[in-house]
């Protein structure tokens, strides 16, 4: 089973960019389905962009679609959100995750913050 790391979160400005990052370790990260998820203050946590285990298929939210995308390097154990034109209501704690299956998902990351300013 892997674990998961996130990291890139901060504080930045409406129309700024961020990049997440997540490292993985074990040796079976390839096999693994990879999305990204977000939880604001008082809401229930929702889904944000996932990529199939070899990275040819995305799936976005359309609150994202457009602005965000979901990468990953199965050589180095990692995946990436890119966030660009951020908006304030992008602000949550963002959770890395994975699973054997697309939209099921059995490990989680930590979370990382993410704050945009109006």
């Known amino acids: 089973q892997v674990q998961l790391v996130e990291s890139g979160g901060g504080l930045v400005q409406a129309g700024g960019s961020l990049r997440l990052s997540c490292a993985a370790s074990?040796?079976?990260?390839?096999?693994?389905?990879m999305g990204w998820f977000r939880q604001a203050p008082g809401k229930e946590r929702e889904f944000v962009a996932r990529?199939?285990?070899?990275?040819?298929?995305?799936f976005y939210a359309d609150s994202v679609k457009g602005r965000f995308t979901i990468s990953r390097d199965n050589a180095k154990n990692m995946v990436a959100l890119q966030m660009n034109s951020l908006k304030p209501e992008d602000t949550a704690v963002y959770y890395c995750?994975?699973?054997?299956?697309?939209?099921?998902?059995?490990?989680w990351g930590q979370g990382t913050q993410v704050t945009v300013s109006s």
């Open positions: 995750a994975a699973g054997f299956y697309a939209s099921s998902y059995n490990t």
């Open positions: 074990g040796r079976t990260f390839s096999t693994y389905h």
């Open positions: 990529i199939s285990s070899g990275g040819s298929s995305t």
